[in-house]
């Protein structure tokens, strides 16, 4: 197996300043970065496969392609919540924190936890991690009964009013996602969604209208 320095090695030869201009424009910025696709860190990570030694080097490189590839190496059944909490602490833009939660987190037995503890947080990206994981079980936990979705509305509706745009975003593909389970959360989707579209908050608005944009495309919207 390659060590954390080779890796390492390996993705600064593939970076280029082109590729961190290019990351900068999608609002992907961070201290450290070599300017690497990623389609090119997910075929090295095919090449590494599981690792979770590694992946904590990795990240704890500070890099974001070492922390990205981290993600896609690691093993859910050894993350701990203890894990979780100190990498969300480390997100430093979108990208990180919506790769950690889509392909690695939301696997994890800990996420739903971590959704209720991170919801309330005031880190701007450790706060999205929580409705971008809460989308992430959404569509990726097929056998998930209702209930626990159902009850995720209320705490969706309680951030609401949050107007950083990171955290708004995430909110709405928290209940767009949601929705898209099956008819009786789409309904309840709509329900909040109506809600918000009526409150006095321009946060809010703006997440009802864009879950609505999204929940109701191809169908006529109710008057």
């Known amino acids: 197996m390659p060590t954390a320095t ?5 993705l600064k030869r593939k970076g280029s ?12 910025v961070a201290r450290k970065a070599y300017g690497v696709s990623v389609g090119d860190m997910r075929a090295m990570a095919k090449k590494i496969g599981p690792d979770h030694a590694l992946a904590a080097k990795l990240f704890a490189s500070g890099w974001q392609e070492g922390r990205m590839l981290a993600f896609f190496i690691d093993d859910p059944r050894l993350v701990t ?3 979780m909490d100190a990498w969300a602490k480390g997100f430093e833009n979108w ?4 790769t950690a939660c889509f392909h690695l987190f939301d696997k994890t037995p800990h996420a739903w936890k971590k959704i209720e503890q991170w919801s309330t947080r005031r880190e701007e990206f450790v706060k999205r991690a929580s409705f971008a994981l809460l989308a992430s079980v959404a569509l990726h936990d097929k056998q998930a009964p209702d209930a626990p979705f159902l009850k995720s509305l209320k705490l969706i509706e309680r951030e609401t009013g ?12 928290a209940l767009r996602g949601i929705g898209h389970r ?5 309904a309840a989707a709509l329900k909040t969604a109506a809600r918000l579209v009526k409150s006095d908050v321009p ?3 703006w997440i009802g209208r ?14």
Do not use: H, T
Request: charged content about 40%; proline content about 3%.
């Open 203 to 205: 946060s809010a608005r």
């Open 210 to 223: 864009d879950a609505q944009r999204d929940l109701l495309r191809g169908r006529r919207r109710p008057e």
């Open 182 to 186: 099956n008819p009786k959360l789409r």
């Open 81 to 83: 919540a203890r894990q």
């Open 6 to 10: 080779e890796v390492l090695a390996q």
């Open 95 to 98: 990208g990180d924190c919506d």
């Open 162 to 173: 949050d107007d950083r745009n990171f955290v708004k975003k995430g909110v709405s593909w």
């Open 17 to 28: 300043k082109s590729g961190v201009a290019g990351m900068a424009r999608f609002g992907i």
